[in-house]
């Protein structure tokens, strides 16, 4: 069996998109991946409702930290931004060789109105964030990566482009 490939979500600040990222896909990789989430800009903290999604989702949230990019344990070799360009979001670049592509989701943080709205504005991008990397998991991503990146990144981009889920507030 091979190490598990480590795959980094990276987002501006780190609380909410990335962290439920690196949660979902590591409860779901069964250790074929092994997902880690930073920020550019990290606020230092996980959003109290990205806490309360995954613990809802049956998810533990031990560990889960907001954190820089600057201080990774390992080196991605797979790396997908979360940070949703046409929200006005800068999303950050990072350098290094690695597979690349974005995902772009609306920042729930930013939802205002009642716990209903803000709630629901996290279950969608919970559930995008969960049908995004379970449809990374159907991938030959060891193989790809290996001998076809473009072909991974090409899949990469169009499993990111797959449309955000309906759900209504309560």
């Known amino acids: 069996m091979h190490p598990p ?3 980094l979500f990276l987002c501006t600040g780190n609380s909410c998109r990335s962290i439920m990222a690196e949660a979902c896909c590591n409860a779901r990789a069964g250790g074929r991946l092994h997902a ?6 990290p606020t230092g903290f996980v959003h ?21 990019w600057a201080h990774l344990p390992s080196r991605p070799q797979i ?9 006005g979001e ?36 919970w559930q995008a964030l969960c049908a995004r990397i379970d449809a990374l998991l159907t991938l030959p991503i060891e193989r790809w990566l290996a001998d076809h990146p473009a072909a991974l990144r090409a899949e990469l981009e169009r ?11 309560h």
């Open 159 to 169: 499993i990111g482009a797959l449309a955000l889920p309906d759900v209504g507030a």
């Open 5 to 7: 490939i480590e795959l």
């Open 79 to 87: 790396i997908i931004t979360l940070c949703d360009s046409a929200a």
């Open 36 to 41: 880690r989430s930073a920020g550019s800009q």
């Open 90 to 125: 800068s999303c950050p670049a990072y350098l290094g060789p690695a597979v690349r592509a974005h995902w772009g989701l609306p920042d729930p943080a930013r939802v205002t109105g009642s716990e209903a709205v803000v709630d629901a504005a996290f279950e969608q991008v």
């Open 48 to 68: 109290p409702w990205a806490l309360r999604q995954l613990t809802r989702a049956g998810i533990a949230v031990e560990g889960l930290q907001s954190k820089s």
